[in-house]
């Protein structure tokens, strides 16, 4: 996946701290896919393109149950952590540093698009 990503960040001079923030997006985003996707099968796929004003990034996960990750709420990080309920950080951080996530579910198959703006 790093290896994937690190050789389009290179093909299209993406400047180092978007490769940065798409490189945490995609772990994060794909460490929820293999924890928590009801269902999931040995396989996710990971799609990429890169316009001159967008970096996309899409996971694919086959023969899951539905959940769009771009609904989850967002965790209280003003809570002190006794007071926190365990999750959401995950999805909340990737949030924050892409600009959109896209979500769609079709026949038991679930894709997940983040989509970061690029300046140039």
């Known amino acids: 996946m790093f290896a994937r990503l690190g050789e389009s960040f290179t093909a299209h001079s993406i400047d180092e701290k978007t490769a940065f ?3 945490l997006a ?3 985003l794909f460490t929820n896919f293999v924890r928590h996707n009801v269902g999931s099968g040995d396989r996710i796929t990971l799609e990429i393109d890169v316009t001159e004003n967008e970096f996309r990034f899409s996971f ?3 023969d ?3 959940w769009d990750p771009a609904t989850a709420p967002d ?3 003003d809570l002190p ?3 926190r309920s365990p999750g959401g950080l ?3 951080l990737v949030k924050s540093v892409v600009d959109r996530l896209a979500y769609e579910y079709k026949n038991r198959v679930m894709k997940v698009t983040a989509i970061k703006k ?3």
Do not use: W
């Open 75 to 77: 965790p209280d990080v």
């Open 21 to 23: 923030s798409l490189n």
């Open 118 to 120: 690029l300046e140039r």
């Open 64 to 66: 899951v149950e539905p």
């Open 90 to 92: 995950g999805i909340h």
């Open 81 to 83: 952590m006794e007071e």
């Open 26 to 28: 995609a772990e994060e």
């Open 60 to 62: 694919t996960d086959y």
